[in-house]
């Protein structure tokens, strides 16, 4: 249920540590960027008459900003893995399950759409979360929140390059522990510096060793898509 080796040793075999590499780079700009245009935009828009307020004020937007900057983090990430994710669960399974290797070539970009959705529903999401920072439980929200997120967008990938996106949230919902708790892990990675940005990639590694760890009739992925049971 939880595939710490498998996922480690995943990285060396499927030989995706070069891509680990691309998309964390790009990962910490999205961020740099969106954390640095907001608080430029509310510094620009807020104007108080006192000079030592105003530059309080910017200051904590500033940090807010970061704070919220981090946490939001994996949803933006999500979307840099969505170029490259059917390759990535392509050279894991040649690697790992040769048995179960999809017929089809993996596509550049799976679903665009999808992955465009998620990212900016999870975006406003963690927006609405932000004032529970001032009262002390943004920390633990956030967790909660992305621990699902994640947890969800991650399987329903893996699962869902075999079953399709509906089966694969019907197969989620019946192993919810796995999913959810992978989703956990995968969110507290994203708390430890560097590490964060390996997160999109480990986090479809990781699902799709919980997909074919699932009892047979769910995880066996030549199984048709859309079938279940």
């Not at 891509?19 to 108080?48: C, E, M, N």
């Amino acid at each position: 249920m939880f595939p710490f080796a498998k996922t480690i040793s995943s990285l060396r075999k499927g030989e995706l540590l070069g891509l680990v590499l691309l998309t964390g780079g790009v990962a910490l700009l999205v961020v740099t960027i969106s954390v640095a245009g907001l608080t430029w935009v509310v510094s620009g828009l807020v104007r108080l008459e006192w000079g030592w307020l105003d530059t309080l004020v910017n200051w904590l937007v500033g940090m807010l900003s970061g704070l919220a900057g981090w946490f939001m983090l994996p949803p933006l990430v999500i979307l840099i893995a969505g170029i490259f994710q059917e390759r990535i669960i392509h050279k894991v399974e040649l690697a790992c399950y040769p048995d179960r290797v999809r017929k089809e070539e993996p596509r550049f970009w799976a679903d665009l759409r999808h992955d465009l959705a998620f990212t900016l529903r999870a975006l406003l999401l963690n927006l609405l979360i932000l004032p529970l920072y001032l009262v002390g439980i943004g920390f633990v929200a956030a967790i909660v929140l992305n621990s699902y997120l994640l947890g969800r967008e991650f399987f329903e990938s893996a699962a869902g390059y075999h079953l399709g996106k509906p089966a694969a949230r019907k197969l989620g919902r019946c192993h919810r522990l796995a999913v959810y708790g992978g989703g956990l892990v995968l969110t507290l990675l994203t708390l430890v510096p560097l590490f964060n940005l390996m997160t999109p990639i480990v986090g479809i590694v990781w699902m799709v060793h919980v997909y074919h760890g699932l009892p047979d009739e769910g995880g066996n992925s030549a199984a048709p898509a859309g079938r279940l049971f």
